[in-house]
């Protein structure tokens, strides 16, 4: 892979040097040291990733950081209970006032920009932290008011974790999985102490999500009772690296001693609320819903715009999609009904469907591949400093799969010891179609998430820790408007079709989480809209609709991020005229990483400033 010449700490060289704070770059023809400030901004911007991965380890291992001296972060897990959280949020605090104490003069833009990001990362979730319930995100996407619930915590974020990123190559690595199991239990109980805390505020989720989170959590308490998924990971991985010892019963005594138990007694809280629980979806009806929902949609949109501004903006997007929807849909000889419905008829076309069961699941996996490579070859029309990101498509495991999104993706580990991976719900054959799977991969893979982390792995540990929802899902938005203009679909207009259906798809989505959270729509109306407007089944209607009620505004960061990227992309147009280059645009945009929206604004002026002379 490689690696580009660059005066900043690089995460790779942070997993090398572990503690090192400076570097001595030469330069063509000159020799430049770092003055002091720089060093000590590197410095501090170091001990500001550490202290946020003391208290989530579990990121340090996603990272693959917990080495060296680090290592024993390999075998811990966050503290969920009420005191956990508040001494995060005292580490956000003392650390938000050391970065706005230094000295900014004589710093590098790169630097400035990573001071910046810190700056609204801390201050964003120190505003959700203040807030009586929720898990709130620091530097990652997911605003949820409920603990546990379908599609949120430790019973459904674990396993999938301790399976697909915690490593177990060493008999260092598989002990440290066994200390994980064993703090299973005690992350259970802190959340189960803050549900009961939001309960005792009246905070109760609607009925049915509640539905959904007694059946995952029953098929998880079920699975633990006989050791399950956690010890065969455990005992499958150890037998292929050939690490010798008794992992099987050492597993199972805590799992079935411990989080099996723990299991049952958040199941037992659940089936309490919902024997309280209304069907009314939206934060407006909770307790401080309000508050709640405006601070969700600032930390998803990393914006100000209020609710019924986001809503406006989704119906007028979607408007002005459907029309340019319209007239491909007519020339394929589909003109009943508005574009959404088209759309059912044409994915009822044979030639878009794949095959029932495990076959057509596989050929999903086929399919998704070879569109991942056409795209790989594509990219050095697209950037000016190519990367080769590993990448594999996985399917989402079959236990998560009724609450899980249809698809999600993330960049490889830091030192390359994990690759890039794109995670597909396949427990519904019915609902997916060819016509979609392109737009997927350049979302989830290349040059949407995937390719983006990869960037984002050569920049110091911290910009690594921080993302922030609206450029991350607003550049795997913009990343298939690329793939597009790239000529994905120009031998197909049917697959054009899947790519501008899911750009609907991004627009409704403004629609019915601002409708629900704001406007006082009920979960049917939701569901019809998103149904009517996609074509659509009611199941996987119901699905999303659910999951916009689980992580109110979460879903407004993709739109808006996107607009954004291509509003600053047409300002860099505008004021280079001759001189812009869509490579260098969005090679600036991958080099900075990934920023709040203000903060993107900053960079790409940078940018225009530098490439105009």
């Given at each position: ?10 995460r790779?060289?942070?997993?090398g040097?572990?503690g090192a704070?400076?570097?001595l770059?030469v ?18 911007l170091?001990?500001f ?25 390999r075998?811990r ?9 508040d ?7 003392a650390d938000?006032?050391r970065a ?11 630097t ?12 964003t ?7 009586p319930y ?6 990652t996407w997911r605003t ?19 399976d697909?990123?915690?490593p ?6 598989a ?12 992350v259970?109980?802190?959340?189960l102490e803050?549900?009961r805390?939001?309960?005792?505020l ?17 098929a ?13 990971s455990?005992v499958r ?5 050939g690490?010798?010892?008794n ?11 411990g ?7 958040q ?5 309490t ?6 069907s009314?979806?939206?934060?407006n009806?909770q ?24 809503h ?37 076309d044979?030639?878009?469907k794949?095959s ?14 070879e ?5 790989r070859?594509?990219m050095p029309?697209a950037?000016?400093?190519v ?5 594999e ?10 609450g899980?999104?249809?698809?999600y993706?993330g ?7 994990r690759?890039?991976?794109f995670?597909?719900n396949?427990?519904n054959?019915?609902d ?6 392109p737009?997927l991969?350049h ?9 983006e ?8 540990l ?7 929802n ?8 913009y990343?298939?408007?690329?793939a597009?203009?790239?000529?994905a679909?120009?031998?197909?207009p ?22 629900i959270h704001a ?11 998103y149904?009517?407007?996609?074509g659509?089944s ?25 607009l954004e ?8 147009m505008a004021?280079?005229g001759s001189?812009?280059?869509?490579r ?10 990934n920023?709040?929206?203000d ?15």
């Open positions: 892979m490689h690696k580009p010449f660059d005066l900043s700490l690089s790779r060289q942070l997993i040097a572990m704070t400076t570097a770059s330069l063509p023809g000159c020799v430049t040291t770092p003055a002091a400030p720089a060093q000590s901004a590197a410095a501090l170091d001990s990733a550490w202290n946020l991965l003391e208290h989530e380890p579990a990121r340090a291992t996603s990272l693959a950081v917990d080495t060296g001296a680090k290592s024993y972060l075998g897990l966050a503290d969920a209970t009420p005191a956990g959280q001494a995060y949020a005292a580490t956000l605090r938000l006032a706005r104490a230094f000295p900014r003069d004589g710093l590098d833009p790169a400035r920009t990573s001071f910046e990001v810190v700056e609204s990362a801390y201050s979730a120190l505003e959700g932290f203040a807030l929720g898990d709130i995100p620091v530097g949820a008011p409920y603990v546990v619930i379908q599609n949120v915590g430790a019973y459904n974020d674990i396993p999938r974790f301790l697909s990123e915690h177990i190559k060493t008999r260092e690595d002990e440290a999985y066994l200390s994980r199991l064993e703090a299973i239990p005690g259970m109980r802190g959340e803050r549900i805390q939001a309960r005792s009246g905070v109760v989720p609607p009925d049915f999500l509640l539905d959904k989170a007694i059946t995952a959590v029953s998880q308490r079920d699975d633990a009772a006989q050791g399950g998924s956690l010890v065969e455990l991985r150890t037998r292929e690296e690490i010798p010892g992992w099987r019963d050492r597993a199972q005594a805590l799992v079935t001693g989080v099996a138990p723990a299991l049952g007694v199941l037992a809280e659940l089936q609320q919902r024997g309280m629980a209304r009314a979806p939206g934060m009806a307790p401080g819903g309000e508050e709640w929902y405006r601070w969700a949609l600032k930390s998803s949109t990393t914006t100000d715009r209020s609710a019924q501004d986001i406006r903006l989704g119906m007028d997007t979607l408007a002005d999609i459907h029309g340019r929807m319209d007239p491909l849909l007519r020339d394929l000889g589909y003109a009943s009904g508005n574009p959404g419905q088209r759309m059912v008829q044409l994915g009822d044979d030639r878009f794949f029932p069961g495990d076959t057509g699941r596989a050929e999903v996996i086929s399919f998704l591949e569109r991942i490579d056409w795209i070859a594509q029309r950037f000016r400093r990367i080769d990101p590993a990448v498509v996985r399917r989402i495991p079959v236990n998560e799969e009724a899980a999104a249809g698809a993706g960049a490889p580990a830091i030192d390359g010891s690759p890039g991976i995670w597909i396949l427990g054959m019915e997916l179609r060819q016509i979609e799977l737009t991969a979302h989830e893979a290349i040059p949407g998430h995937v390719w982390g990869e960037y984002s792995n050569q920049l110091p911290i910009r690594a820790i921080l993302a922030f609206a450029f991350s899902e607003g550049w795997a938005l990343s298939e408007q690329l597009d203009e790239l000529g679909y120009d031998d197909n049917a697959w054009r079709l899947g790519y501008m259906n899911d750009a609907a798809f991004r627009a409704v989505r403004l629609v019915v989480d601002t409708g406007l006082g729509w009920d979960r049917e109306r939701a569901i019809a809209f149904a009517e407007n996609l659509k009611r199941e996987d209607s119901a699905r999303e609709i659910d999951r916009y009620c689980s992580w109110p505004g979460q879903a407004c960061g993709y739109m808006v991020g996107k990227i291509l509003r600053q992309r047409e300002r860099a004021a280079l001189r812009y280059d869509l260098d645009f969005n090679q600036a945009v991958v080099d900075a990483g920023t709040p929206l903060v993107l604004a900053g960079n790409i002026g940078r940018f225009i400033g530098t490439a105009g002379g």
